[in-house]
């Protein structure tokens, strides 16, 4: 399974739209978004790309892991999501909100030494990617990391 790691920050005049551009700028903006938990299958092989390739058809469901804030201006907004892998199945953890990005890439490796310390795996891979923005006056801001899982599947 591939799992591509997108992200996105954006402005916009609602709490809505500013996400909505944030996944248009992650490239996942015509798809329907299904949160899960934060598990790596064992066959997972994670692909950093920023934007999203094309993943299925519009309106697909996507399976994702998301780190998102959004802040209205003045102020900044971060989102940060990581992971942690071996040959068997991995962890992702996920911190976001209107904090500097050095502390969600805190927040997120924190929280990956404690979930490898819950499990008999072994890891042998870390890494984390992040975003910040800075939210205008007047403007809603979204910051969004992503774990994309697959391809999109149709709607039934």
Request: net charge negative; charged share 15%; glycine share 12%.
């Amino acid at each position: 399974m591939d799992v591509h790691v997108a992200w996105g920050a954006a402005s916009g005049p609602t709490e809505l739209a500013s996400y909505d551009a944030a996944l248009a700028e992650a490239g996942v903006h015509n798809y329907n978004l299904v949160p899960v938990s934060s598990i790596l299958p064992a066959d997972a092989a994670v692909s950093v790309v920023g934007t999203a390739p094309e993943l299925g058809p519009v309106g697909a469901r996507l399976t994702v892991v998301e780190a998102r804030a959004t802040a209205t201006g003045p102020g900044h907004v971060s989102a940060a999501l990581g992971w942690a892998n071996g040959d068997g199945p991995g962890i992702v953890y996920e911190a976001a909100g209107e904090m500097d990005q050095a502390d969600a890439r805190a927040e997120v490796e924190a929280g990956l030494t404690a979930g490898r310390q819950l499990r008999d795996w072994a890891f042998t891979g870390e890494r984390v990617e992040s975003v910040t923005a800075e939210a205008e006056s007047g403007t809603y801001t979204t910051a969004v990391v992503l774990a994309i899982f697959g391809t999109g599947e149709r709607i039934a």
